[in-house]
């Protein structure tokens, strides 16, 4: 956003900065105008195919120069001069930046007044600011405008305080300013990376201060890497000197940033050596330049060079017409071509796996597509995402769209009403992987629940679909509400019973404000009836608990007779298989039968009695802790088709299987047979195709798949 005539078509007649072409624009034909014709520099010279072409190039950061005139009317540089569209173009950027996955970094080239007398400040011969407390006022709120407007940004990688600042008078004019700067930008923007460059003076570390000294924190120090003319030896000898002094100033613990370097026409192996030696010792960079009219490709500066000479406008003397038409032509797909001499090695950071949904940061997220995006600056390849669900590789179903940059990946067939695992992994390119494993469930949020420690009270009384904390301070009846074994634990929701404690587990809505309680210290022998008029219908029944010292497990029995008495019959139901994690991390687990199948339990709608109990003593089990149950309706198995092949003397049948369900394959002979005969052992079903095999040779056979 800073013309250079030395690398930009600026102009072709006298005129030297950016400053004097908007002046000489504003004068012939008024600001309205001159602001359009500088739009359509911008637009053309910088457009979102150079974007694409920065990401597809496998880099995740551009640093952009600004200047006042970016901000404040040339004319008027004051609060009341202050452009209503300051922030047009640099907004453009950042957000096609942000959906391409590219970091921003602010560069102020040229500060109110100028830092020294360059025209890349956008204003030659000035050099006003280490003099002038207007233009240093200016500045500061220049820098303040900036961060408040991009507070909280994620695109925005810092801000570049002052660009080589070699006009100042001495040390402590640069420290001075870069300390008022930082305030200036601290009070508004605490969160953003702030960079103080050492190219001034002696341009090394040494012209920085240790941060302490200041109370800076979260800022990065930079510095340019010129070995103008030099030969490879030189320019390697560049960037060791480089490395050396970043690793001679480790103990100030501040980060490194080459913002500027270039190792001219001498070969890739020059240009990979400097880069490898700021990625060894852990230094960020940026090339300058991208894109560069200094000469024609392969010229040195430009990453992209012109291929031949389009016309650069005269600004003094061309229609406001021919102004634009020219600078049109500058266009990097029009005129530019790729400087194959220069090259990196490739990026190696990881790609990114964000926007996951479910996550497993929150109970009861229903849904039946798993989502996610998949970015990298380096590029994935449709075959680079990969995600197993529950064990069985489902990425061939996975939907795509995007980019290779950044990729929308969704899976539309989660069951509903489940537990689930996934596992996302994500491969670049240049072979970078990134992993995530997921655990989540798909419940409705509205299945019938109930509170572990919400146990009945008074001898066999209890509360129908009671409210939040509804059992608080109730007293129950030991041997008829409850058995308590371990009185280790605290009693802070009930004052008999067994223990009671905060739990641990994700937060739910209903509590907000309130305190969810688990049973703790949970042992065995121990066990509480649940009296409720559960709803009508057909239920699995599924738990949270945690176990932390070891794999352990509860029943649930249903009471069949004496509830409310010491005398009471009890018939198991099926039980809680507890796998070992730790007493804080609850899980999901289903209530099972003998086999490992899900328990179905039928309700009528009137009132019964269930108890979770621990198993006998004899039986050595560890500790639980238990938050809550909840009744899920039980599922309906899908109709399944058949299908048959052959392989090595075998019928291969094969068929797709749902969760929670079992599948026993059967046969006749003939249609007419009394009953149907089982083909080896029933299956359990996991969500993915099944097969069972038969030998061939067996004559005519029919064949069905019995679910349960």
Not at 147 to 156: D, I, K, L, P
Not at 291 to 300: F, T
Not at 343 to 359: C, K, Q, R, S, V
Not at 667 to 687: F, Q
Request: proline share 5%; glycine share 10%; with cysteine.
């Amino acid at each position: 956003m800073v013309m250079e005539k030395w690398m930009c078509p600026l102009d072709s007649g006298s005129l030297p900065d950016a400053y004097s072409v908007i002046q000489e624009l504003d004068n012939r034909f008024g600001v309205a105008t001159e602001q359009s014709l500088i739009r359509a520099y911008q637009t053309n010279w910088i457009s979102t195919t150079d974007l694409d072409n920065i990401r597809n190039g496998g880099y995740n950061c551009v640093r952009v120069p600004v200047w006042w005139g970016n901000f404040y009317s040339i004319t008027n540089v004051s609060y009341s001069g202050w452009r209503s569209d300051a922030f047009d173009e640099l907004d453009w950027l950042v957000t096609n930046c942000a959906a391409r996955g590219i970091y921003v970094i602010i560069d102020m080239h040229g500060v109110v007044g100028g830092q020294s007398t360059s025209e890349d400040t956008g204003q030659e011969n000035q050099n006003q600011y280490w003099s002038n407390v207007n233009d240093q006022t200016n500045t500061a709120w220049m820098w303040w405008q900036i961060a408040n407007h991009y507070n909280g940004n994620s695109t925005v990688a810092g801000y570049d305080l002052i660009n080589e600042p070699d006009g100042a008078p001495n040390t402590a004019a640069v420290w001075s300013a870069y300390n008022s700067l930082y305030g200036t930008i601290r009070s508004v923007d605490t969160n953003h990376i702030i960079i103080m460059q050492g190219t001034f003076g002696s341009w090394n570390w040494n012209m920085l201060p240790n941060p302490a000294v200041f109370g800076w924190t979260n800022i990065v120090y930079s510095m340019h890497e010129y070995q103008l003319n030099g030969n490879v030896a030189q320019v390697e000898a560049g960037a060791d000197n480089q490395v050396t002094d970043f690793k001679n100033h480790s103990t100030w613990n501040v980060p490194d940033y080459i913002g500027e370097f270039n190792d001219f026409s001498n070969g890739l192996a020059c240009w990979n050596y400097s880069a490898s030696a700021y990625n060894n010792a852990g230094i960020n960079w940026t090339v300058w330049t991208y894109k560069a009219a200094d000469g024609l490709l392969p010229d040195a500066w430009g990453w992209y060079d012109p291929t031949y000479w389009p016309a650069t406008p005269n600004i003094s003397s061309d229609s406001a017409s021919a102004i634009a038409s020219d600078w049109h032509h500058w266009l990097t797909s029009a005129a530019f071509g790729q400087n194959t001499s220069i090259a990196f090695p490739p990026n190696t950071n990881p790609p990114l796996i964000i926007g996951e949904y479910p996550d497993g940061t929150a109970f009861f997220q229903c849904t039946n597509t798993l989502s996610f995006t998949a970015s990298s600056v380096n590029g994935i390849a449709t075959n680079g995402i990969a995600v197993t669900l529950d064990g069985v590789d489902v990425s061939g179903a996975l939907v795509l769209s995007g980019s290779s940059a950044s990729w929308s990946v969704s899976y539309p067939n989660l069951p509903a009403n489940a537990t689930h695992t996934a596992v996302i992994t994500v491969t670049d390119i240049f072979g970078n992987s990134s992993s995530e494993t997921i655990t989540f469930d798909t419940f409705q949020p509205g299945c019938y629940t109930w509170e572990a420690e919400d146990y009945d009270y008074g001898g066999g009384q209890y509360f129908d679909n009671p409210q939040v904390d509804s059992y608080s301070n109730y007293y129950a009846t030991a041997g008829v509400d409850f058995n308590d074994v371990n009185t280790g634990g605290a009693y802070l929701y009930r004052p008999s019973g067994t223990a009671t404690e905060i739990t641990a587990d994700l937060p739910r809505v209903q509590f907000a404000g309130k305190h969810d309680y688990d049973i703790g210290f949970f042992s065995l022998g121990e066990w509480g009836n649940y009296t409720r008029h559960y709803p009508a219908g057909a239920y699995n029944v599924w738990g949270r608990f945690a176990a932390g010292g070891g794999n352990t497990a509860c029943f649930l029995d249903q009471v069949t007779a004496g509830v409310g008495t010491s005398n009471q019959s009890t018939n198991v139901v099926g039980v809680f298989n507890i796998a070992n994690s730790s007493w804080s991390s609850f899980v999901w687990v289903p209530l099972e039968d003998t086999n490992g199948n899900l328990v179905k339990m039928t309700f009528n709608g009137s009132a019964n009695t269930l108890r979770l109990a621990r198993p006998d003593p004899s039986t050595g089990f560890p500790d639980v802790n238990v938050n809550f149950l909840m009744l899920v309706p039980a599922a309906s198995a899908s109709p399944i088709a058949l299908a048959a092949s052959t392989s090595g003397g075998k019928i291969i049948l094969s068929f797709p299987t749902q969760a929670g369900f079992t599948y026993q394959a059967e046969y006749k002979n003939n249609l007419t047979d009394g009953s149907w005969v089982p083909l080896g052992n029933a299956i359990s079903g996991n969500g993915s195709i099944q097969s069972i095999n038969d030998t061939m040779g067996q004559g005519s056979r029919f064949y069905h798949v019995r679910i349960q």
